[in-house]
């Protein structure tokens, strides 16, 4: 699957997944492309821990409510440090979307769907801090982001978005 | 190109570049790249402008200081507008991190080089705003990235990460 073709297909999977599970290989190598993103300043502001162990992952679900990704078979806990990288500034949310984004597009190419759950687990229900508590996430580490990982069980539907001229120009704003 | 191999490849590019231009096809591909990037409920708070007019890119190069990419052929351009997303919260930073990162991916596929630009347009010398001025940017939009795009004339050099043992673990912080 090459890069355009993969940017395309990408969209967020919230279908039930199939009762299937996902290798360590391939969990290893979501991961390492996640944190293969460019940082501000190199500070690599992003660390991830997979989980696969179906009684942790079963327990980590009960502490979501709402629920989501309740059939996932795995999924990737994104954790973000807020390290000043120029001129007193933290680039830490940008660094960790980027790595994100890149774990997206390796579960696309491994054949599996995901989704990017951010708001549910950093909102006022402080969910992520929970979920971090159990995964014994020290301070000064933040949990921001889920990603299930998983094979689908339910056909994929692409949102829709706005025209591409609504949004991109050449030479000077609503150019051409 | 697949994923994995662009996500391991792709660096920060800040040599010169060659003075060969970058088609307007491969310009629309990147920025097609990018705004096929998720968003916080589907806000698609991301646009962006390509310059490629010579005598355009020379004044916003002359509007840099200290300069950067200044053989870039070509440019891309980042703006992003805070909207509320979920219960009061903006994602525009996300949403633009993740579209330049699929942005990046896609320069690299094609065969070119690029460097995240953010701090040095968005710090308190505000060359980010000069530049949304020269572009005719609308209240409302925040110009926070450049992306030079173009052939590199230098050999590409890659800088070190921690060890993935550093920032990646499975079941539980600092595990395995």
């Known amino acids: 699957m090459n890069i355009s073709q993969a940017t395309f297909e990408r969209t967020s ?16 190598m ?3 492309a996640g944190l293969a993103a460019p940082s501000g300043c ?4 992003t660390s991830l821990i997979a989980v696969d162990d179906p009684a942790l992952l079963a327990e980590i679900k009960a502490l979501i409510d709402p629920p989501i990704f309740q059939t996932a078979p795995a999924a990737i ?17 940008q660094d960790y979307a980027a790595a994100i984004e890149n774990m997206l597009l390796a579960v696309l190419e491994l054949g599996m769907e995901s989704c990017w759950y951010e708001g549910h687990l950093t909102d006022d229900d402080h969910l992520g801090q929970k979920i971090a508590q159990r995964l014994g996430v020290p301070e000064g580490y933040e949990l921001v982001c ?31």
């Open 77 to 93: 806990f994104v954790l973000t440090q807020a390290v000043p990288a120029y001129r007193g500034k933290c680039f830490n949310v």
């Open 30 to 32: 979501i991961m390492k």
């Open 146 to 176: 889920a990603l299930p990982v998983g094979y689908p069980a339910e056909p994929v539907r692409r949102v829709a978005k706005k025209p591409f001229e609504e949004r991109a120009w050449l030479n000077g704003f609503g150019k051409e």
């Open 42 to 45: 190199n500070k690599q502001t």
């Open 13 to 28: 999977y919230r279908g039930r997944y199939q009762n299937r599970p996902v290798s360590r290989e391939d969990l290893m």
